[in-house]
């Protein structure tokens, strides 16, 4: 079974604090992506990495940066953590991407509820 | 307006009913299509994918409508454990090539 784990479940941060989100799989996923999910706005797509050391821009990347050192960690940084960050952070991995690829299902993690007071 | 948009319910059923859900895409360039199951509190997961001549996996069953831009999920013999969030995905394709998830629908099955 695809695992994929991320750092914390819980996190209260202040406002203007550095916020260092970590997302682990162990299945040599080619594919890492971080979303937000926000009632009525459902998932959102913050930033994606399909290697190492590369990555893309998804939707809503302001205030966000992101981090690939590794091919099994993916890490998301709020620089300046802001009250409208508050949110649910989803990390998702998948072997394949993109239309018609068999393997682009995507496997998520349990979730991190940041609160940013 | 919205790139992919559910009615987000919640539905309330019986044990052993039969629901059905809709989604509606905006892009007519999308190519792939998936609905996802989130339970409450937990992380999304994938259900089923959706193909052009509909496709079935025991109770559930997809389908998709390409030239009215909607995909549907029915669930026949409704459980108690069918209780979730059914999201609807969407692949657009082209450059993009990124997942676009509508905010779901919520069933609730009764006992």
């Known amino acids: 079974d695809v695992k994929v784990t991320q750092s914390s479940r819980y996190l209260v941060k202040r406002t203007g604090e550095k916020v260092f989100l970590e997302c682990v799989q162990d299945?040599?996923?080619?594919?890492m992506f971080w979303y937000r999910q926000d009632p009525g706005l459902g998932l959102r797509l913050i930033y994606f990495?399909?290697?190492?050391?590369?990555?893309e821009k998804g939707d809503i990347p302001e205030g966000y940066s992101v981090s690939r050192e590794k091919k099994e960690r993916f890490s998301l940084i709020l620089e300046s953590a802001s009250t409208n960050q508050t949110s649910m952070y989803l990390c998702?991995?998948?072997?394949?991407?993109?239309?018609?690829?068999?393997?682009?299902?995507?496997?998520f993690g349990p979730g991190t509820r940041l609160t940013v007071l | 307006r919205k790139e992919v948009e559910q009615d987000p319910g919640p539905f309330n059923v019986p044990e052993g009913a039969t629901v059905a859900f809709n989604c509606t895409y905006s892009?007519?360039?999308?190519?792939?299509f998936f609905w996802y199951r989130q339970d409450c509190r937990k992380e999304p997961k994938l259900l089923m994918s959706?193909?052009?001549s509909g496709n079935e996996d025991g109770r559930f069953t997809a389908q998709l409508n390409r030239a009215s831009q909607y995909i549907s999920l029915l669930i026949r013999d409704s459980k108690l454990s069918d209780s979730a969030t059914y999201l609807c995905?969407?692949?657009?394709?082209?450059?993009?090539?990124?997942?676009?998830f509508g905010t779901g629908t919520l069933l609730a099955v009764q006992p």
């Open positions: 998702a991995s998948s072997l394949g991407f993109g239309v018609d690829n068999p393997y682009n299902e995507q496997f």
């Open positions: 299945m040599d996923h080619e594919n």
């Open positions: 990495s399909y290697d190492v050391k590369m990555k």
């Open positions: 892009n007519s360039a999308s190519q792939s």
């Open positions: 959706v193909y052009s």
């Open positions: 995905v969407v692949i657009h394709g082209g450059a993009t090539n990124k997942l676009i």
